[in-house]
């Protein structure tokens, strides 16, 4: 949803239109749920639901435009996502369904999605991050928040998400390309310059 759109959507949600609420909802919570999922956070649609459920309660008194509700409602999500993995500290291990060993009849849609988005690779490139560098780029990424927005939404200066994020994607860049050039590239020029 571009901007103007969703400026409109929040200005008609904060007055009570079900409808932008379902805009909103359609708009950000795919996002929201790729960024919980991102931190692995197992019932990442369930949360979804708790961070948008918070969000809409708090409406009446939410200032600000789409930018400002976006930056909202991924500061909620982060929150949600700390408390989330706070309990299964405190908890223990939690099983989820597919935990449990049970095949169902048809895959779900939720697993049929995630296996079609999912990269092995890129999951395991994600997982040699910090949580912090994780947090900047799933917000910077998959919420598209400005460097500004995602400094706010975690509480750290500027300047910490930036160099978060230029050493989030060094990491990445040296696990997905470990070897940057061809075997064979150096043979050749050295042999140019022989």
Same mark, same amino acid.
């Given at each position: 949803?571009? #901007?103007?759109?969703? !400026?409109?959507?929040?200005?008609? &949600?904060?007055?009570?239109?079900? /409808? +932008?609420?379902?805009?909103?909802?359609? !708009?950000?919570?795919?996002?929201?749920?790729?960024? %919980?999922?991102?931190?692995?956070?197992?019932?990442?649609? !369930?949360?979804? #639901?708790?961070?948008?459920? &918070?969000?809409?309660?708090?409406? *009446?008194?939410?200032?600000? @435009? @789409?930018?400002?509700?976006?930056?909202?409602?991924?500061?909620?999500?982060?929150?949600?996502?700390?408390?989330?993995?706070?309990?299964?500290?405190?908890?223990?291990?939690?099983?989820?369904?597919?935990?449990?060993?049970?095949?169902?009849?048809? /895959?779900?849609?939720? #697993?049929?999605?995630?296996? +079609?988005?999912?990269?092995?690779?890129?999951?395991?490139?994600?997982?040699?991050?910090?949580? !912090?560098?994780?947090?900047?780029?799933?917000?910077?990424?998959?919420?598209? %928040?400005?460097?500004?927005?995602? +400094?706010?939404?975690?509480?750290?200066?500027?300047? &910490?998400?930036?160099?978060?994020?230029?050493?989030?994607?060094?990491?990445?860049?040296?696990?997905?390309? /470990? *070897?940057?050039? /061809?075997? *064979? +590239?150096?043979?050749?020029?050295?042999?140019?310059?022989?």
């Amino acid at each position: 949803m571009d #901007s103007a759109l969703m !400026d409109a959507a929040v200005a008609r &949600a904060k007055v009570g239109d079900r /409808p +932008a609420f379902g805009q909103l909802w359609l !708009d950000l919570s795919p996002r929201v749920a790729a960024y %919980l999922r991102s931190h692995g956070v197992a019932d990442a649609e !369930d949360v979804t #639901s708790e961070v948008f459920l &918070a969000v809409f309660r708090q409406m *009446d008194r939410f200032s600000g @435009g @789409g930018a400002a509700f976006r930056a909202l409602v991924f500061t909620v999500a982060h929150r949600r996502q700390v408390d989330w993995h706070r309990q299964r500290t405190r908890r223990g291990t939690w099983l989820t369904l597919d935990d449990l060993g049970s095949e169902p009849a048809s /895959p779900s849609a939720e #697993s049929a999605a995630l296996a +079609a988005i999912a990269d092995e690779q890129v999951v395991a490139a994600l997982g040699t991050l910090t949580a !912090d560098q994780r947090s900047v780029l799933a917000l910077r990424v998959v919420a598209e %928040l400005s460097l500004e927005e995602t +400094a706010a939404v975690l509480g750290k200066d500027l300047g &910490a998400v930036k160099s978060l994020q230029h050493r989030a994607l060094a990491r990445l860049r040296r696990k997905l390309s /470990p *070897d940057p050039y /061809p075997r *064979d +590239a150096l043979a050749r020029l050295n042999a140019r310059h022989a």
